[in-house]
Protein backbone atom coordinates (compact mmCIF):
# COMPACT_ATOMS: atom_id res chain seq x y z
CA UNK A 1 0.00 0.00 0.00
CA UNK A 2 1.12 3.71 -0.75
CA UNK A 3 1.06 6.89 0.68
CA UNK A 4 -2.17 7.96 2.10
CA UNK A 5 -3.91 10.83 2.97
CA UNK A 6 -7.17 11.47 5.17
CA UNK A 7 -8.98 14.59 4.13
CA UNK A 8 -11.95 16.08 6.45
CA UNK A 9 -14.11 18.84 4.16
CA UNK A 10 -15.20 21.36 5.72
CA UNK A 11 -18.71 22.28 4.19
CA UNK A 12 -19.77 25.28 6.84
CA UNK A 13 -21.91 28.30 6.88
CA UNK A 14 -19.82 31.42 7.58
CA UNK A 15 -21.20 34.75 8.40
CA UNK A 16 -20.02 37.71 6.21
CA UNK A 17 -17.97 40.79 8.45
CA UNK A 18 -17.89 38.19 11.57
CA UNK A 19 -14.37 37.45 11.20
CA UNK A 20 -13.89 36.35 15.15
CA UNK A 21 -16.67 34.00 14.49
CA UNK A 22 -16.02 32.86 11.55
CA UNK A 23 -11.86 31.89 12.96
CA UNK A 24 -13.38 30.27 16.21
CA UNK A 25 -15.49 28.12 13.99
CA UNK A 26 -12.52 26.84 11.95
CA UNK A 27 -10.58 26.13 14.73
CA UNK A 28 -13.15 24.33 16.15
CA UNK A 29 -13.29 22.17 13.21
CA UNK A 30 -9.94 21.59 12.78
CA UNK A 31 -10.36 19.92 16.54
CA UNK A 32 -13.03 17.96 15.12
CA UNK A 33 -11.32 16.86 12.20
CA UNK A 34 -8.22 15.98 14.11
CA UNK A 35 -9.66 13.87 17.31
CA UNK A 36 -12.92 12.59 15.20
CA UNK A 37 -12.03 12.06 11.60
CA UNK A 38 -7.81 11.34 12.16
CA UNK A 39 -7.51 13.92 9.35
CA UNK A 40 -4.35 14.69 8.00
CA UNK A 41 -5.77 18.33 6.22
CA UNK A 42 -8.80 19.77 6.53
CA UNK A 43 -10.59 22.56 3.83
CA UNK A 44 -12.38 25.16 4.03
CA UNK A 45 -14.53 27.31 2.02
CA UNK A 46 -13.12 30.25 -0.56
CA UNK A 47 -12.70 32.89 2.08
CA UNK A 48 -14.01 31.28 4.96
CA UNK A 49 -12.52 33.83 7.14
CA UNK A 50 -14.30 36.86 6.07
CA UNK A 51 -17.01 35.03 4.47
CA UNK A 52 -18.59 35.24 0.74
CA UNK A 53 -18.69 37.55 -1.00
CA UNK A 54 -17.59 40.27 1.13
CA UNK A 55 -18.74 43.25 -1.41
CA UNK A 56 -17.16 46.65 0.05
CA UNK A 57 -16.33 45.60 3.48
CA UNK A 58 -13.14 44.85 1.35
CA UNK A 59 -11.96 48.31 1.14
CA UNK A 60 -12.35 48.77 5.04
CA UNK A 61 -9.32 49.18 6.78
CA UNK A 62 -10.90 47.46 10.03
CA UNK A 63 -11.67 44.40 8.23
CA UNK A 64 -7.62 44.42 6.85
CA UNK A 65 -6.60 43.77 10.73
CA UNK A 66 -9.38 41.95 11.72
CA UNK A 67 -8.13 39.62 8.95
CA UNK A 68 -4.68 40.10 9.55
CA UNK A 69 -5.22 39.15 13.45
CA UNK A 70 -7.64 36.20 12.20
CA UNK A 71 -4.58 34.48 9.75
CA UNK A 72 -1.97 34.50 13.04
CA UNK A 73 -4.27 33.00 14.99
CA UNK A 74 -5.28 30.33 12.51
CA UNK A 75 -1.72 29.76 12.28
CA UNK A 76 -0.27 29.67 15.83
CA UNK A 77 -3.33 28.01 17.32
CA UNK A 78 -3.95 24.73 14.67
CA UNK A 79 -1.58 21.72 15.19
CA UNK A 80 -1.45 18.19 14.20
CA UNK A 81 -3.46 18.68 11.23
CA UNK A 82 -2.96 20.96 8.13
CA UNK A 83 -5.29 23.60 7.49
CA UNK A 84 -6.71 24.99 4.23
CA UNK A 85 -8.08 28.19 4.79
CA UNK A 86 -9.31 30.91 2.30
CA UNK A 87 -9.20 34.58 2.83
CA UNK A 88 -8.69 38.16 1.45
CA UNK A 89 -4.96 38.81 1.31
CA UNK A 90 -3.65 42.38 1.42
CA UNK A 91 -0.70 43.52 -0.24
CA UNK A 92 0.23 47.06 -0.43
CA UNK A 93 -2.92 48.77 -2.37
CA UNK A 94 -4.34 45.39 -3.92
CA UNK A 95 -5.79 42.85 -2.72
CA UNK A 96 -6.01 38.99 -3.69
CA UNK A 97 -9.01 36.10 -3.23
CA UNK A 98 -6.13 33.82 -1.39
CA UNK A 99 -6.08 30.33 0.45
CA UNK A 100 -2.78 29.30 2.40
CA UNK A 101 -2.41 25.83 3.83
CA UNK A 102 -0.80 26.20 7.30
CA UNK A 103 0.76 22.79 9.27
CA UNK A 104 2.30 22.88 12.34
CA UNK A 105 2.21 26.63 12.19
CA UNK A 106 3.76 27.59 9.24
CA UNK A 107 2.55 28.22 5.80
CA UNK A 108 3.12 25.43 3.20
CA UNK A 109 1.35 26.96 0.52
CA UNK A 110 -0.10 29.95 -0.90
CA UNK A 111 -2.25 30.66 -3.59
CA UNK A 112 -3.99 33.41 -5.29
CA UNK A 113 -6.95 33.15 -7.28
CA UNK A 114 -6.45 33.43 -10.97
CA UNK A 115 -9.63 33.72 -12.87
CA UNK A 116 -11.97 36.74 -11.55
CA UNK A 117 -15.69 35.95 -12.58
CA UNK A 118 -16.81 39.36 -13.74
CA UNK A 119 -20.68 38.95 -14.52
CA UNK A 120 -24.11 37.63 -13.27
CA UNK A 121 -24.20 38.14 -9.59
CA UNK A 122 -19.97 38.18 -9.28
CA UNK A 123 -18.00 41.54 -9.44
CA UNK A 124 -14.55 40.32 -7.84
CA UNK A 125 -12.61 42.54 -10.46
CA UNK A 126 -13.57 45.50 -8.44
CA UNK A 127 -12.11 43.99 -5.77
CA UNK A 128 -9.34 41.76 -6.12
CA UNK A 129 -6.10 41.11 -8.07
CA UNK A 130 -5.31 38.25 -10.11
CA UNK A 131 -2.66 35.67 -9.20
CA UNK A 132 -0.78 34.34 -11.33
CA UNK A 133 1.61 31.35 -9.99
CA UNK A 134 0.54 27.81 -9.12
CA UNK A 135 0.84 26.25 -5.86
CA UNK A 136 1.15 22.68 -4.75
CA UNK A 137 2.23 21.34 -1.53
CA UNK A 138 3.26 17.72 -0.52
CA UNK A 139 1.04 15.87 2.28
CA UNK A 140 2.11 12.40 3.51
CA UNK A 141 4.16 12.17 -0.02
CA UNK A 142 1.07 12.97 -2.22
CA UNK A 143 1.26 15.99 -3.97
CA UNK A 144 -1.79 18.93 -3.65
CA UNK A 145 -2.37 21.61 -6.36
CA UNK A 146 -4.62 24.46 -5.00
CA UNK A 147 -7.15 26.45 -7.29
CA UNK A 148 -10.46 28.74 -5.91
CA UNK A 149 -13.59 28.46 -7.82
CA UNK A 150 -13.62 30.08 -11.26
CA UNK A 151 -10.32 29.03 -11.80
CA UNK A 152 -11.93 25.19 -12.74
CA UNK A 153 -14.14 26.46 -15.11
CA UNK A 154 -11.18 27.18 -17.84
CA UNK A 155 -8.20 24.82 -18.31
CA UNK A 156 -5.33 27.45 -17.27
CA UNK A 157 -4.94 27.27 -13.92
CA UNK A 158 -5.25 23.22 -13.26
CA UNK A 159 -2.93 22.50 -16.39
CA UNK A 160 -0.69 24.93 -14.12
CA UNK A 161 -1.33 22.72 -11.13
CA UNK A 162 -1.05 19.50 -13.03
CA UNK A 163 2.33 20.83 -14.67
CA UNK A 164 3.94 22.15 -11.17
CA UNK A 165 3.45 18.57 -9.84
CA UNK A 166 0.17 17.73 -8.24
CA UNK A 167 -1.43 14.65 -8.40
CA UNK A 168 -4.71 15.49 -6.57
CA UNK A 169 -6.54 18.96 -7.40
CA UNK A 170 -8.23 20.91 -4.45
CA UNK A 171 -11.25 23.53 -5.34
CA UNK A 172 -12.30 25.42 -2.93
CA UNK A 173 -15.55 27.32 -3.51
CA UNK A 174 -18.39 29.66 -2.80
CA UNK A 175 -20.15 28.91 -5.80
CA UNK A 176 -24.20 30.05 -5.42
CA UNK A 177 -27.34 28.15 -6.03
CA UNK A 178 -29.33 27.89 -9.07
CA UNK A 179 -31.42 25.26 -10.68
CA UNK A 180 -29.50 22.78 -11.97
CA UNK A 181 -26.14 24.05 -10.72
CA UNK A 182 -24.84 20.86 -9.02
CA UNK A 183 -24.96 19.16 -11.89
CA UNK A 184 -23.07 21.99 -13.80
CA UNK A 185 -20.53 22.22 -11.52
CA UNK A 186 -19.72 18.40 -11.89
CA UNK A 187 -20.14 18.43 -15.57
CA UNK A 188 -17.18 21.44 -15.68
CA UNK A 189 -15.23 19.47 -13.14
CA UNK A 190 -15.21 16.53 -15.04
CA UNK A 191 -13.66 18.16 -18.02
CA UNK A 192 -10.61 19.51 -15.61
CA UNK A 193 -10.17 15.63 -13.97
CA UNK A 194 -10.21 14.61 -17.87
CA UNK A 195 -7.63 17.23 -19.08
CA UNK A 196 -5.18 16.60 -16.22
CA UNK A 197 -5.45 12.81 -15.74
CA UNK A 198 -5.62 13.26 -11.41
CA UNK A 199 -8.21 13.36 -9.10
CA UNK A 200 -10.69 16.38 -7.74
CA UNK A 201 -11.68 17.69 -4.25
CA UNK A 202 -14.29 20.34 -4.52
CA UNK A 203 -15.41 22.02 -1.19
CA UNK A 204 -17.83 24.60 -1.67
CA UNK A 205 -19.59 26.63 1.51
CA UNK A 206 -23.90 26.64 2.42
CA UNK A 207 -26.48 29.23 3.81
CA UNK A 208 -27.87 32.43 2.71
CA UNK A 209 -26.43 35.87 2.39
CA UNK A 210 -28.54 38.67 1.26
CA UNK A 211 -29.94 37.35 -2.42
CA UNK A 212 -27.39 34.11 -2.47
CA UNK A 213 -27.78 30.81 -1.37
CA UNK A 214 -24.76 28.51 -1.40
CA UNK A 215 -25.65 24.72 -1.33
CA UNK A 216 -23.04 22.85 -0.91
CA UNK A 217 -23.00 19.54 -2.63
CA UNK A 218 -19.31 19.39 -1.78
CA UNK A 219 -17.83 16.24 -3.64
CA UNK A 220 -14.33 14.02 -4.61
CA UNK A 221 -13.67 12.70 -8.45
CA UNK A 222 -11.21 10.19 -9.57
CA UNK A 223 -9.77 10.45 -12.14
CA UNK A 224 -12.08 9.28 -14.76
CA UNK A 225 -14.53 11.99 -14.13
CA UNK A 226 -16.69 9.10 -11.24
CA UNK A 227 -18.27 10.81 -8.05
CA UNK A 228 -16.49 9.10 -5.27
CA UNK A 229 -18.29 10.79 -2.08
CA UNK A 230 -21.42 13.86 -2.58
CA UNK A 231 -22.03 15.59 0.83
CA UNK A 232 -25.97 16.08 1.33
CA UNK A 233 -27.06 19.82 -0.01
CA UNK A 234 -27.91 22.69 2.06
CA UNK A 235 -26.45 20.89 5.07
CA UNK A 236 -23.60 21.83 7.09
CA UNK A 237 -21.03 18.46 7.69
CA UNK A 238 -17.71 17.99 8.28
CA UNK A 239 -17.00 14.88 5.70
CA UNK A 240 -14.14 12.23 5.70
CA UNK A 241 -12.55 11.29 2.58
CA UNK A 242 -9.31 8.85 1.59
CA UNK A 243 -6.81 9.34 -0.84
CA UNK A 244 -4.34 6.19 -1.64
CA UNK A 245 -1.51 6.44 -3.70
CA UNK A 246 -1.03 3.20 -5.62
CA UNK A 247 2.00 2.82 -8.18
CA UNK A 248 1.31 6.42 -10.68
CA UNK A 249 -2.17 6.86 -9.59
CA UNK A 250 -3.67 8.55 -6.65
CA UNK A 251 -7.00 6.95 -5.71
CA UNK A 252 -9.92 8.66 -3.66
CA UNK A 253 -11.92 6.10 -1.48
CA UNK A 254 -15.72 4.69 -1.96
CA UNK A 255 -17.96 6.82 -0.06
CA UNK A 256 -21.49 8.28 0.42
CA UNK A 257 -22.83 9.92 -2.25
CA UNK A 258 -25.90 12.05 -1.82
CA UNK A 259 -28.24 11.89 -4.81
CA UNK A 260 -29.15 15.00 -6.78
CA UNK A 261 -32.48 16.63 -5.89
CA UNK A 262 -34.89 17.74 -8.30
CA UNK A 263 -36.06 20.71 -9.02
CA UNK A 264 -38.75 21.56 -7.09
CA UNK A 265 -36.99 19.81 -4.12
CA UNK A 266 -33.75 21.41 -4.87
CA UNK A 267 -35.22 25.27 -5.14
CA UNK A 268 -37.83 24.58 -2.08
CA UNK A 269 -35.01 23.69 -0.16
CA UNK A 270 -32.69 27.20 -1.12
CA UNK A 271 -35.68 29.51 -0.36
CA UNK A 272 -35.94 27.58 3.14
CA UNK A 273 -31.77 27.75 3.61
CA UNK A 274 -31.94 31.39 1.89
CA UNK A 275 -34.90 32.69 4.72
CA UNK A 276 -33.59 31.38 7.74
CA UNK A 277 -30.00 32.75 7.14
CA UNK A 278 -31.66 35.71 6.20
CA UNK A 279 -34.13 36.70 9.50
CA UNK A 280 -31.07 34.49 12.09
CA UNK A 281 -28.24 36.31 10.97
CA UNK A 282 -29.89 39.84 10.89
CA UNK A 283 -31.07 39.30 14.72
CA UNK A 284 -34.61 39.03 14.07
CA UNK A 285 -36.42 37.05 16.58
CA UNK A 286 -39.47 36.15 14.02
CA UNK A 287 -41.53 36.92 11.14
CA UNK A 288 -45.26 38.41 9.80
CA UNK A 289 -46.62 38.22 6.28
CA UNK A 290 -50.28 38.75 5.31
CA UNK A 291 -51.90 35.66 4.82
CA UNK A 292 -54.51 36.45 1.70
CA UNK A 293 -56.22 33.08 0.89
CA UNK A 294 -53.98 32.76 -2.04
CA UNK A 295 -51.12 30.30 -3.57
CA UNK A 296 -48.21 33.26 -3.04
CA UNK A 297 -48.85 34.16 0.46
CA UNK A 298 -49.58 30.12 1.42
CA UNK A 299 -46.04 29.02 0.05
CA UNK A 300 -44.48 31.66 1.71
CA UNK A 301 -46.17 30.92 5.47
CA UNK A 302 -44.81 27.27 4.64
CA UNK A 303 -41.44 28.33 3.75
CA UNK A 304 -41.25 30.63 7.00
CA UNK A 305 -42.16 27.74 9.17
CA UNK A 306 -39.62 25.30 8.21
CA UNK A 307 -37.10 28.01 8.22
CA UNK A 308 -37.72 28.84 10.94
CA UNK A 309 -40.73 26.86 13.41
CA UNK A 310 -44.12 28.22 13.89
CA UNK A 311 -43.70 29.94 17.08
CA UNK A 312 -41.38 32.56 15.23
CA UNK A 313 -43.83 33.09 12.21
CA UNK A 314 -47.54 34.91 12.55
CA UNK A 315 -50.14 35.93 9.77
CA UNK A 316 -52.81 38.37 9.36
CA UNK A 317 -55.73 38.27 7.04
CA UNK A 318 -57.12 41.59 5.96
CA UNK A 319 -60.27 41.34 4.56
CA UNK A 320 -62.12 43.91 2.68
CA UNK A 321 -65.40 44.20 0.95
CA UNK A 322 -64.06 42.41 -2.24
CA UNK A 323 -61.87 39.87 -0.03
CA UNK A 324 -64.57 35.93 -1.02
CA UNK A 325 -65.46 33.82 1.94
CA UNK A 326 -63.37 31.21 0.50
CA UNK A 327 -60.50 33.13 0.51
CA UNK A 328 -60.96 33.86 4.59
CA UNK A 329 -61.94 30.47 5.23
CA UNK A 330 -58.69 29.25 3.10
CA UNK A 331 -56.42 31.46 5.17
CA UNK A 332 -57.79 30.50 8.45
CA UNK A 333 -57.18 26.93 7.48
CA UNK A 334 -54.28 27.05 6.58
CA UNK A 335 -52.72 28.94 9.02
CA UNK A 336 -54.39 26.29 11.49
CA UNK A 337 -52.31 23.45 9.83
CA UNK A 338 -49.26 25.56 10.10
CA UNK A 339 -49.90 25.97 14.05
CA UNK A 340 -49.06 29.81 13.89
CA UNK A 341 -50.81 32.65 15.19
CA UNK A 342 -53.75 34.24 12.98
CA UNK A 343 -55.40 37.90 13.19
CA UNK A 344 -57.98 38.83 11.26
CA UNK A 345 -57.88 43.06 10.76
CA UNK A 346 -60.69 44.31 8.48
CA UNK A 347 -59.28 47.16 6.40
CA UNK A 348 -62.86 48.34 5.62
CA UNK A 349 -62.40 51.88 8.48
CA UNK A 350 -58.31 52.60 7.09
CA UNK A 351 -60.32 52.61 3.39
CA UNK A 352 -63.21 54.36 3.66
CA UNK A 353 -61.26 57.43 5.86
CA UNK A 354 -58.50 57.41 3.22
CA UNK A 355 -60.73 57.48 0.28
CA UNK A 356 -62.96 60.13 2.21
CA UNK A 357 -59.60 62.43 3.18
CA UNK A 358 -58.95 62.42 -0.58
CA UNK A 359 -62.30 63.04 -1.84
CA UNK A 360 -61.69 67.03 -3.19
CA UNK A 361 -58.91 66.11 -4.74
CA UNK A 362 -60.36 62.83 -6.28
CA UNK A 363 -63.76 65.25 -7.19
CA UNK A 364 -65.12 64.55 -10.67
CA UNK A 365 -62.40 61.28 -11.42
CA UNK A 366 -63.66 57.91 -11.47
CA UNK A 367 -62.16 55.35 -9.54
CA UNK A 368 -59.49 53.45 -11.14
CA UNK A 369 -56.63 51.42 -10.33
CA UNK A 370 -56.20 54.26 -7.06
CA UNK A 371 -58.21 52.97 -4.93
CA UNK A 372 -57.20 49.31 -5.57
CA UNK A 373 -53.80 50.13 -4.83
CA UNK A 374 -55.12 52.15 -1.49
CA UNK A 375 -56.05 48.72 -0.42
CA UNK A 376 -53.10 47.00 -1.03
CA UNK A 377 -51.32 50.02 0.77
CA UNK A 378 -53.42 49.99 3.60
CA UNK A 379 -52.70 46.25 4.43
CA UNK A 380 -49.13 47.60 3.81
CA UNK A 381 -49.42 50.08 6.98
CA UNK A 382 -50.88 47.57 9.30
CA UNK A 383 -48.07 45.13 8.27
CA UNK A 384 -45.33 47.48 8.57
CA UNK A 385 -46.84 48.58 12.25
CA UNK A 386 -47.35 45.05 13.47
CA UNK A 387 -43.43 44.71 12.27
CA UNK A 388 -41.89 47.92 13.72
CA UNK A 389 -43.83 47.48 17.37
CA UNK A 390 -42.94 43.76 17.55
CA UNK A 391 -39.42 43.79 15.89
CA UNK A 392 -40.67 41.18 13.77
CA UNK A 393 -39.66 41.32 9.84
CA UNK A 394 -42.32 42.21 7.61
CA UNK A 395 -42.38 39.25 4.26
CA UNK A 396 -43.91 39.91 0.97
CA UNK A 397 -44.94 37.47 -0.88
CA UNK A 398 -44.71 38.89 -4.63
CA UNK A 399 -43.09 36.01 -7.24
CA UNK A 400 -41.35 36.98 -10.25
CA UNK A 401 -43.67 37.41 -12.64
CA UNK A 402 -45.78 39.76 -10.88
CA UNK A 403 -42.04 41.68 -10.23
CA UNK A 404 -41.47 41.66 -14.05
CA UNK A 405 -44.87 43.22 -14.89
CA UNK A 406 -45.26 45.59 -12.11
CA UNK A 407 -48.46 43.59 -10.66
CA UNK A 408 -47.68 44.78 -7.50
CA UNK A 409 -48.15 48.26 -5.35
CA UNK A 410 -45.14 49.86 -4.43
CA UNK A 411 -45.99 50.90 -0.38
CA UNK A 412 -48.07 47.99 -0.06
CA UNK A 413 -47.98 44.52 -0.84
CA UNK A 414 -44.26 45.56 -1.97
CA UNK A 415 -43.40 46.59 1.89
CA UNK A 416 -41.27 44.52 3.87
CA UNK A 417 -37.46 43.44 4.91
CA UNK A 418 -37.61 40.09 2.40
CA UNK A 419 -39.03 38.35 -0.80
CA UNK A 420 -38.84 34.67 -0.04
CA UNK A 421 -40.26 33.80 -3.57
CA UNK A 422 -39.29 37.03 -5.66
CA UNK A 423 -37.40 35.16 -8.00
CA UNK A 424 -39.78 32.11 -8.99
CA UNK A 425 -42.37 32.85 -11.56
CA UNK A 426 -45.82 31.92 -10.52
CA UNK A 427 -46.32 28.77 -12.69
CA UNK A 428 -43.07 27.38 -10.49
CA UNK A 429 -44.75 28.59 -7.20
CA UNK A 430 -47.68 26.43 -8.02
CA UNK A 431 -44.84 23.45 -8.34
CA UNK A 432 -43.42 23.82 -5.30
CA UNK A 433 -46.91 24.11 -3.51
CA UNK A 434 -47.75 20.85 -4.85
CA UNK A 435 -43.91 19.44 -4.33
CA UNK A 436 -44.66 20.86 -0.45
CA UNK A 437 -48.11 19.44 -0.58
CA UNK A 438 -46.34 15.68 -0.79
CA UNK A 439 -44.91 16.18 2.51
CA UNK A 440 -48.08 16.70 4.51
CA UNK A 441 -50.78 19.37 4.18
CA UNK A 442 -50.02 22.58 4.83
CA UNK A 443 -51.66 24.12 2.08
CA UNK A 444 -55.40 23.44 1.56
CA UNK A 445 -55.80 22.04 -2.08
CA UNK A 446 -58.54 24.67 -3.17
CA UNK A 447 -55.57 27.49 -3.04
CA UNK A 448 -53.69 25.59 -5.42
CA UNK A 449 -56.81 24.74 -7.71
CA UNK A 450 -58.76 28.28 -7.80
CA UNK A 451 -57.90 30.82 -10.54
CA UNK A 452 -55.41 33.55 -9.08
CA UNK A 453 -56.88 36.78 -7.96
CA UNK A 454 -56.05 39.78 -6.39
CA UNK A 455 -59.63 40.30 -4.85
CA UNK A 456 -59.43 44.36 -5.39
CA UNK A 457 -62.47 44.62 -7.35
CA UNK A 458 -65.37 42.67 -8.21
CA UNK A 459 -64.73 39.05 -9.87
CA UNK A 460 -61.48 39.94 -10.55
CA UNK A 461 -58.86 37.51 -11.70
CA UNK A 462 -55.11 37.99 -12.52
CA UNK A 463 -55.40 36.79 -16.42
CA UNK A 464 -58.29 40.55 -16.56
CA UNK A 465 -54.77 42.15 -16.41
CA UNK A 466 -52.03 39.66 -17.56
CA UNK A 467 -51.60 37.15 -20.07
CA UNK A 468 -52.24 33.42 -18.86
CA UNK A 469 -49.25 32.54 -17.03
CA UNK A 470 -49.14 30.02 -18.98
CA UNK A 471 -48.18 32.43 -21.54
CA UNK A 472 -46.71 34.96 -19.55
CA UNK A 473 -44.09 32.85 -17.86
CA UNK A 474 -42.05 31.37 -21.26
CA UNK A 475 -42.13 34.77 -22.80
CA UNK A 476 -40.60 36.62 -19.41
CA UNK A 477 -37.83 34.02 -19.07
CA UNK A 478 -36.95 33.99 -22.66
CA UNK A 479 -35.96 38.15 -21.92
CA UNK A 480 -34.80 37.91 -18.68
CA UNK A 481 -33.02 34.72 -18.42
CA UNK A 482 -32.00 34.24 -22.22
CA UNK A 483 -31.96 38.06 -23.22
CA UNK A 484 -34.18 36.84 -26.44
CA UNK A 485 -35.32 39.66 -28.84
CA UNK A 486 -39.14 40.09 -29.94
CA UNK A 487 -38.61 38.61 -32.85
CA UNK A 488 -36.91 35.05 -31.51
CA UNK A 489 -39.39 35.27 -28.58
CA UNK A 490 -42.07 35.03 -31.67
CA UNK A 491 -40.29 32.54 -33.40
CA UNK A 492 -40.89 29.92 -30.25
CA UNK A 493 -44.56 30.63 -31.19
CA UNK A 494 -45.88 33.84 -28.86
CA UNK A 495 -47.88 36.25 -30.38
CA UNK A 496 -46.11 39.42 -31.68
CA UNK A 497 -48.41 41.86 -29.78
CA UNK A 498 -48.62 40.03 -27.01
CA UNK A 499 -44.55 39.74 -26.07
CA UNK A 500 -44.14 43.38 -27.15
CA UNK A 501 -46.93 44.39 -24.49
CA UNK A 502 -45.42 41.99 -21.39
CA UNK A 503 -41.66 43.68 -22.54
CA UNK A 504 -42.93 46.67 -22.74
CA UNK A 505 -44.10 46.37 -18.97
CA UNK A 506 -41.04 45.00 -17.66
CA UNK A 507 -39.09 48.09 -19.23
CA UNK A 508 -41.61 50.48 -17.90
CA UNK A 509 -41.78 49.06 -14.74
CA UNK A 510 -38.04 49.02 -13.64
CA UNK A 511 -38.35 51.85 -10.84
CA UNK A 512 -40.63 49.52 -8.56
CA UNK A 513 -38.43 46.90 -8.89
CA UNK A 514 -35.42 49.13 -7.08
CA UNK A 515 -37.59 49.52 -4.39
CA UNK A 516 -38.72 46.12 -3.84
CA UNK A 517 -37.00 43.99 -1.13
CA UNK A 518 -33.72 41.34 -1.60
CA UNK A 519 -35.49 38.10 -2.20
CA UNK A 520 -33.51 34.19 -2.49
CA UNK A 521 -32.05 34.22 -6.23
CA UNK A 522 -32.62 30.58 -7.32
CA UNK A 523 -32.62 31.23 -11.25
CA UNK A 524 -29.82 32.11 -13.25
CA UNK A 525 -30.94 35.62 -14.07
CA UNK A 526 -32.66 37.28 -11.04
CA UNK A 527 -33.54 40.85 -10.40
CA UNK A 528 -31.45 42.21 -8.32
CA UNK A 529 -27.58 41.90 -8.19
CA UNK A 530 -27.51 40.39 -11.24
CA UNK A 531 -30.05 42.70 -13.37
CA UNK A 532 -29.02 46.04 -14.17
CA UNK A 533 -31.86 47.62 -16.79
CA UNK A 534 -31.69 51.35 -17.04
CA UNK A 535 -35.33 53.04 -15.30
CA UNK A 536 -35.00 56.23 -17.80
CA UNK A 537 -34.46 54.55 -21.10
CA UNK A 538 -36.19 54.89 -24.47
CA UNK A 539 -36.23 51.96 -25.89
CA UNK A 540 -38.58 50.21 -27.35
CA UNK A 541 -39.08 46.53 -28.55
CA UNK A 542 -39.89 46.69 -32.15
CA UNK A 543 -37.98 43.48 -32.74
Given at each position: ????????????????????????????????????????????????????????????????????????????????????????????????????????????????????????????????????????????????????????????????????????IIATNGSPYEIDSQEHRESVARKRVSEAGIPLIYVNMVGGQDELVFDGGSFTMDRDGEICFRAPPFEE???????????????????????????????????????????????????????????????????????????????????????????????????????????????????????????????????????????????????????????????????????????????????????????????????????????????????????????????????????????????????????????????????????????????????????????????????????????????????
Amino acid sequence: MGDRITVALAQLDFVVGDVEGNTTRILDYCVRAHDEMQADLVIFPELSVCGYPPEDLLFHSGLQRRVANAMEKIRSTARDIAVFVGYPEYEGGDIHNAAVVFQDGHPVAQYRKHLLPNYRVFDEERYFKAGREAAVFTLNGIRLGVTICEDIWQSGPVAACRAAGAEIIIATNGSPYEIDSQEHRESVARKRVSEAGIPLIYVNMVGGQDELVFDGGSFTMDRDGEICFRAPPFEEGLHRVEFVADGSEVKPSSGDIEPQFDVERSVYEALVCGTRDYVNKNGFPGVILGLSGGVDSALVATIAVDALGADRVRAVMMPFRYTSNMSQEDAASQAALLGIRYDVIPIEPMYEATVAQLSKIFAGRDEDVTEENIQARCRGLLLMSISNKTGWMLLTTGNKSEMAVGYATLYGDMAGGFAPIKDCSKSLVYRLARYRSTRGEVIPERVITRPPSAELRPNQQDTDSLPDYNVLDPILEAFIEKDLSVQEIVEKGFDRDVVVRVLEMVKRNEYKRRQAPPGVRISSRAFGRDWRYPITSKYTFPE
